[in-house]
């Protein structure tokens, strides 16, 4: 059954829709969890790469790592979904957040499982992290992982009718 989740964006004047598959075996192995706040961010970073680790060749890497901070889990899984409509390569606009995002890439990517499980430098394309506030008393962190394909389509719908098709591995755009 597809999900369907929806925002309202101030300002935007066409419907977006994007369309995200993913097959079971990068499904399966996201996890969420509420970890105790005093493991701060090194808990979340040894959270994410053993994640990963225990994920094995399942989610078929190279793969695409995002990681939702939140005030809960059902926030954190939310922000670790969206990451993965993020552009591969693109880093998150905090630096802080974004050489965290390196940060995890490089130790992932050091887990050695390359592409398929077979062993190699690859193991990880990518890694988005995005968190919202939450109380110091809290420290939920969610991974979610998608395969190499990342197949993903995006379409906008004008108010005049026009429909405008987003390719995302070549960032291409043809309009109809």
Known sequence: MPWIDWELVEGIDYAEVTVLLKGGGSEIVARARNLVPAE??????????????????????????????????????????????????????????????????????????????????????DVHVDYAPRHPATLSVAVVMNCWAARRATMRVYADGRIEYITHLHLNKEVV
């Open 40 to 125: 701060g961010l090194k808990g979340v970073m040894k959270y994410v790469i053993e994640a990963v680790y225990e994920a094995g060749p399942q989610p078929c890497p190279p793969i695409i790592v995002s990681v939702g901070i939140g005030a809960n889990v059902s926030i954190a899984m939310k922000l670790a979904a969206k990451g993965l409509l993020r552009p591969v390569g693109v880093r998150h606009e905090d630096p802080e957040v974004a050489r965290l995002e390196e940060t995890l890439l490089q130790a992932i990517n050091g887990i050695g499982y390359g592409a398929h499980g077979m062993g190699g430098r690859v193991t990880a394309l």
